[in-house]
């Protein structure tokens, strides 16, 4: 994909939220270390972050660019999920993001054989592992 459809993707899912939550404010942040292991996790399955900052920010690697509108989507997706927990000051997992996301969104989020997060594919909910 490009640049251009991680931006465009984001304010399509951030107008969805907006209709849900009106005060809410989310940015948009090319980071990459937003694409760096974590402890316990491979970098080859990350491309994103959330910071509870105000406003809230998501964080994306450039590597992000390059995959495609399933991955950019399921993985922004997740990251929304986040967000919306955060603006309502909620402790949360990595699998409630999904759950929440899935319900604004009404659409679900998949692992695909790369762990990564996408619409079309793969296993959900999300395997325990990672
Ligand atoms: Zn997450």
């Known amino acids: 994909m490009s640049r251009k ?31 760096k292991a974590r402890i316990g996790v491979s970098s080859r399955r990350q ?9 809230i920010k998501i964080s994306v690697a450039t590597k992000i660019f390059y995959q495609s509108k399933a991955r950019v989507d399921g993985i922004l997706m997740h990251e929304f999920g986040h967000a919306i927990l955060m603006f309502q000051e909620k402790d949360h997992t990595e699998k409630d993001a999904d759950k929440i996301a899935e319900k604004i969104f009404n659409c679900y989020i998949y692992y695909d054989e790369d762990l990564v997060q996408n619409t079309n594919h793969g ?3 999300r395997p325990k592992n990672i």
């Open 5 to 35: 459809y991680v931006e465009k993707s984001f304010l399509y899912l951030f107008d969805l939220v907006s209709e849900k939550f009106p005060d809410i404010n989310i940015i948009l942040a090319l980071n990459d270390d937003a694409g």
């Open 123 to 125: 296993i959900r909910p």
């Open 47 to 55: 491309f994103a972050f959330t910071d509870d900052d105000e406003p």
